[in-house]
C-alpha cells in the first residue's frame, strides 16, 4: 500500500525548480505532504483532495490527479531552506495515513 | 501545549531485552499513530489508534504491540527486542480522520533505538 516517490533523490542549485511525484495503486482519498530536515521530526506542507486541486505553499505547489492516483509536488526557484526530505502521504477512510519512501532534495549555493 | 512528546528519547536494548515507548500528547486528538523511520524505508506505520480504548495494526505490526489505555497516551512496547527493530520511532496523532483532507498529523521528536 506504501506510495511510491519519484526521484528518489535531487540536487539542485538556488533558484533552480524540481517536481516530485507519489503514485499509489490504491484509490486515494487525499495525499498529505511533509517536510523532513535532518534529524528532526516531518513537517505539514499541505493536504491536497481528489478533484485534481492545486495548492500552493509560499513557493511550493502541488497537484492531485485522481485519474493517474497520482501527486505531484512543485518547488520553484529553491531556496537552501528547501533542503530536506519529502514525503507523501496517502490516507485512507480506515484512518490510516501510509506514508512513500521519501525523496532527499539537496539545495546547493 | 507540548504538542506530542515522546519518551525516553534515546535508548540502548540488548537483543531479548523488552522495553515500552511513550507517546503523550495534550491536544486532545482522537487518532494516533507509531512509525519506525529506517534509511531508504520511509516512515512505516507500526499500529494506529482511531481512540481511548481502539487500536488497529498498520503496515509493520510484528514484534511490537501497544495501548491506549488513555485518550492522550499511545505506548508502543516492544516484547523481545531484535536487532532488526533498531530504527528511530515517530509517533504522531490527529484531530480527526486524515482522508478527510482536513487534518494534518502531528509528530513527535522521535525515539532512538538501538538494539545490539
Known amino acids: 500500500q506504501q506510495p511510491v516517490q519519484s526521484p528518489q533523490a535531487v540536487i539542485l542549485r538556488e533558484g533552480e525548480d524540481a517536481v516530485i511525484n507519489c503514485s499509489s495503486s490504491?484509490?486515494?482519498?487525499?495525499v498529505h505532504w511533509y517536510r523532513q530536515k535532518h534529524g528532526e521530526a516531518p513537517v505539514f506542507l499541505m493536504i491536497?483532495?481528489?478533484?485534481?486541486e492545486q495548492k500552493g505553499h509560499e513557493k511550493i505547489s502541488a497537484s492531485f490527479n485522481e485519474k493517474k492516483q497520482q501527486s505531484s509536488l512543485y518547488l520553484t526557484a529553491s531556496q537552501l531552506s528547501y533542503s530536506g526530505t519529502y514525503f507523501c502521504?496517502?490516507?485512507?477512510?480506515?484512518?490510516?495515513?501510509?506514508f512513500g519512501q521519501g525523496t532527499t532534495l539537496q539545495v546547493k549555493p | 501545549n507540548a504538542g506530542v512528546t515522546q519518551t525516553p528519547k534515546f535508548r540502548v536494548l540488548k537483543t531479548g531485552q523488552s522495553m515500552t515507548l511513550l507517546c503523550a500528547q495534550d491536544?486532545?486528538?482522537?487518532?494516533m499513530y507509531w512509525y519506525r523511520q529506517d534509511p531508504g524505508m520511509g516512515l512505516r506505520l507500526i499500529h494506529y489508534?482511531?481512540?481511548?480504548?481502539?487500536?488497529a495494526k498498520g503496515e509493520v505490526p510484528d514484534g511490537y504491540n501497544v495501548s491506549r489505555l488513555k485518550k492522550q497516551n499511545f505506548l508502543l512496547g516492544l516484547e523481545s527486542a531484535a536487532p532488526s527493530q533498531t530504527s528511530v520511532y515517530f509517533c504522531?496523532?490527529?484531530?480527526?480522520?486524515?482522508?478527510?483532507?482536513?487534518?494534518?498529523?502531528?509528530f513527535g521528536p522521535g525515539t532512538r533505538l538501538l538494539v545490539l
Open positions: 490504491k484509490a486515494l482519498y487525499s
Open positions: 504522531a496523532s490527529s484531530y480527526s480522520l486524515p482522508a478527510g483532507g482536513q487534518e494534518t498529523q502531528y
Open positions: 489508534s482511531v481512540g481511548e480504548g481502539t487500536t
Open positions: 491536544m486532545n486528538h482522537e487518532y
Open positions: 502521504g496517502t490516507a485512507f477512510l480506515t484512518g490510516k495515513l501510509i
Open positions: 491536497l483532495l481528489k478533484g485534481g
